[in-house]
């Protein structure tokens, strides 16, 4: 049987914090402020992979109420995630992402991005899509005070 999850997180963009992207730092003034290193991509990521596999949300494994993940390298806690579904008897099948984020572009950095998710996922990378839009001017992303992400993972069971 496949399951499908989707995934939904966004921060907003502070000085004084690295700009992580699924798993790659982006050279910006500004970074994703949060609890852990705020890389909304990975985030949606976790949330649509625990989504398909029926293991909660986020929030459940990593609050952010707990010191332990302050500051957390969010590529640590995606490669937990996947620990998580194999233990399960769950493979997974396919990952599908995009990035709302008005600045910087992430063309120059899709291809690194795309591979680090890949990596981090043990899939080929041909399963693992990267997308990206801005926010066009209007709301928080279109004004650069924050980005988003969404993702949509499809899981099956490995028996």
Do not use: Q
């Amino acid at each position: 049987m496949t399951r499908t999850g989707i995934g939904y997180d966004c921060h907003r963009l502070a000085e004084g914090r690295r700009l992580v992207i699924g798993g790659v730092e982006i050279p910006h003034e500004r970074g994703l402020d949060g609890h852990s290193d705020s890389d909304v991509l990975s985030h949606a990521v976790i949330d649509a992979l625990l989504g398909a596999a029926g293991l909660g949300d986020i929030g459940e494994h990593f609050p952010d109420t707990d010191e332990r993940w302050r500051d957390a390298d969010s590529i640590v806690l995606l490669e937990a995630v996947v620990a998580m579904i194999r233990e399960a008897g769950m493979v997974l099948v396919n990952v599908d992402t995009t990035l709302l984020m008005e600045t910087p572009k992430l063309a120059p950095y899709r291809a690194a991005v795309r591979e680090r998710l890949a990596l981090a996922l043990g899939l080929e990378i041909g399963r693992v899509n990267v997308k990206a839009t801005t926010g066009e001017r209007i709301g928080f992303i279109g004004r650069g005070e924050g980005a988003a992400a969404l993702a949509t993972a499809s899981v099956e069971d490995a028996g």
